[in-house]
């Protein structure tokens, strides 16, 4: 169990440099995708450049997260939870702030990526799952 629920964490946490990619516009991860221009947040407040900059930064430190808890998992180290929780929780915060408030296309918006992260947070916090016995 412990080698498939650490291989899930740092694969969830790598798919946020391909975001990072995205937005800092290395690449289109689909054609016609803006993501994160017309952020409800940050785009209003800062401009769309200013919130592709912050998405940049953000998703790279969600990313540093999830990977580094996921190999403390895999090598069997007690403080995995606090950066997989940190990880998730932080993910979850950018994904919801950088959505440009719109219910179309929340696949290209991180939506996969915040059920994900919400799945994570109530099987640590809530279930308390995985008992991975370190």
């Given amino acids: 169990m412990r080698y498939i629920f650490s291989g899930f964490i740092i694969l969830h946490g790598l798919v946020h440099l391909l975001y990072f990619g995205h937005s800092a516009r290395y690449f289109e991860l689909k054609p016609g995708m803006v993501w994160p221009d017309g952020s409800w947040v940050f785009s209003r407040l800062l401009g769309d450049g200013a919130a592709r900059n912050l998405a940049s930064i953000s998703l790279i430190l969600a990313a ?12 069997g180290q007690a403080w995995w939870q606090p950066l997989v929780v940190g990880g998730a929780a932080f993910s979850s915060v950018v994904y919801i702030f950088l959505w440009n408030g719109r219910l179309q296309n929340l696949d290209g918006q991180g939506g996969v990526g915040l059920l994900i992260d919400m799945a994570i947070l109530l099987a640590v916090l809530i279930l308390r799952w995985p008992r991975l016995g370190f």
């Fill in 64 to 75: 540093i997260g999830l990977v580094v808890g996921g190999i403390g998992v895999l090598a």
